[in-house]
Nanobody
């Protein structure tokens, strides 16, 4: 079992930055690939970024490339999403996800999910 708790969301003006954190407990974090997803009101949940268990590989959806950075600290059992140059369309609830298979993380079918943290970007 893996428990995930997100934090760091909030209200920010367009062009600003936020750093989301995901604290994991349970199984060894390094055995799980991790990802961030988001869901805006009235829309389906969408993939944002993923990182391999070792941290050696990262993946991003096109709309956040160059603005968002996913990272992990297996010693602290944490995963982060640094978000810069935020846009109103980034407004959503952001979820942390974990799974032993990277394919499941990126497909949104991870076995483990956090409760989410709200990010609101004002124009």
């Amino acid at each position: 079992q893996v428990q995930l708790v997100e934090s760091g969301g909030g209200l920010v003006q367009a062009g600003g930055s936020l750093k989301l954190s995901c604290a994991a407990s349970g199984r060894t974090l390094s055995s799980n690939h991790m990802g961030w997803f988001r869901q805006a009101p009235g829309k389906e949940r969408e993939f944002v970024a993923a990182i391999s268990g070792s941290g050696g590989s990262t993946y991003y959806t096109d709309s956040v490339k160059g603005r968002f950075t996913i990272s992990r600290d297996n010693a602290k059992i944490m995963v982060y999403l640094q978000m810069k140059s935020l846009k109103p369309e980034d407004t959503a609830v952001y979820y942390c996800a974990a799974d032993p298979l990277i394919s499941k993380v990126m497909a949104g079918t991870s076995g483990y999910w956090g409760q989410g943290t709200q990010v609101t970007v004002s124009s």
